[in-house]
């Protein structure tokens, strides 16, 4: 399944490179980068079970650290050490679910989120402030990525790359840590886990991944300034693991290219329809309502939709009572 999932990948990547327009290149990278960061949330909050808000957060520690290292011609260092610092920020922002829990942690991750952003405003050395860190196209050993094209084909590669790491992960020991601090921290204890080392490297991972996210994002938008990693966008996470399904790695794909298309989608019909004014207020709207039906109706998302489990399970077999005997 993973290599038919990173060959699907490269057939996409070549395509991408050869074959789409400059706008269709700019919503495959724009999609695989939002699968990206949506995989770093959901193995944090699907798979260890931390709520998190801070999202945004992580994502501009690696754009502005990307960015910087950017334009002194370190492209490729950049988005490395963009997800190493937001790994360390991650541990920094994970310390205090050693101590809270639930909601209450929940709400410490959305401080941290303000902190970073008061901080992305004052450091106008390393973000220029409000007025938001310009950032040269990207360039990894001497080549230009600059083009939409190979850009989205480097964004699906390395999409590909962060599945199958991640899908590795999750078999593992430390993985199935995760699973079982997510279901019960104090059996997690029993059964011999060291629960505040497992916690911290979950938040350490997730801000790896979402580092990297955040530094192709800013390649992407060529800008990274506090209006762009704000609470809003840390929302469009948490919204696209619930779509997609919580503790699904296909199912972040699904809700990533979900919210991410949906404005779009919307968008366009305004056009079409001539009322671009009035739909694109609604798309607010639509986007919460969507929220809403999932929780309510299909909590599992897009990866657990009804029809596909009635696909994928078997049907029973029935089995014919004997027959009475005649008295």
């Not at 920020?89 to 941290?112: C, D, E, Q």
């Not at 060529?222 to 966008?233: G, I, K, V, Y």
Request: charged share 15%.
């Amino acid at each position: 399944m993973r290599a038919l999932f990173v060959l699907a990948l490269g057939a996409l990547a070549a395509a991408a490179s050869l074959y789409l327009t400059r706008f269709g290149a700019y919503l495959v990278a724009s999609v695989a980068i939002a699968s990206i960061g949506a995989l770093s949330l959901n193995l944090l909050n699907g798979l260890a079970g931390q709520i998190s808000f801070s999202t945004a957060a992580l994502l501009g520690v690696g754009a502005y650290t990307a960015g910087n290292l950017g334009n002194s011609g370190h492209g490729g260092l950049g988005l490395v050490a963009g997800a190493l610092l937001a790994a360390l920020v991650g541990v920094l922002f994970g310390l205090p679910a050693l101590r809270l829990r639930g909601l209450y942690f929940g709400i410490s991750t959305i401080a941290t989120q303000f902190l970073f952003e008061y901080f992305a405003k004052i450091a106008d050395p390393l973000t220029n402030g409000v007025s938001g860190l310009t950032i040269r196209p990207l360039r990894i050993a001497g080549l230009d990525f600059g083009a939409d094209a190979r850009f989205a084909a480097l964004c699906l590669i390395s999409l590909a790359c962060v599945y199958v790491a991640l899908d590795a992960l999750r078999r593992t020991d430390l993985g199935r840590s995760f699973i079982v601090i997510r279901e019960n921290e104090t059996v997690a204890r029993g059964m011999g886990v060291h629960v505040a080392r497992v916690k911290l490297w979950a938040f350490a991972i997730s801000g790896l991944v979402a580092g990297f996210a955040g530094g192709l994002l800013g390649f992407s938008n060529r800008l990274a300034s506090p209006e762009t990693f704000n609470l809003s966008l840390s929302i469009d996470y948490v919204a696209m693991i619930i779509v997609g399904g919580l503790g699904s790695l296909p199912g972040s794909l699904l809700g990533a290219a979900f919210v991410t298309l949906l404005p779009e989608g919307i968008q366009r019909l305004g056009e079409a329809l001539n009322i671009p004014d009035i739909l694109s207020a609604l798309r607010e709207l639509a986007f919460g309502l969507m929220m809403v039906l999932f929780l309510i109706y299909e909590p599992r998302g897009l990866s657990g939709l009804t029809l596909w489990r009635r696909r994928r399970t078997p049907k029973p077999v029935q089995i014919n009572k004997p027959m009475e005997e005649p008295r």
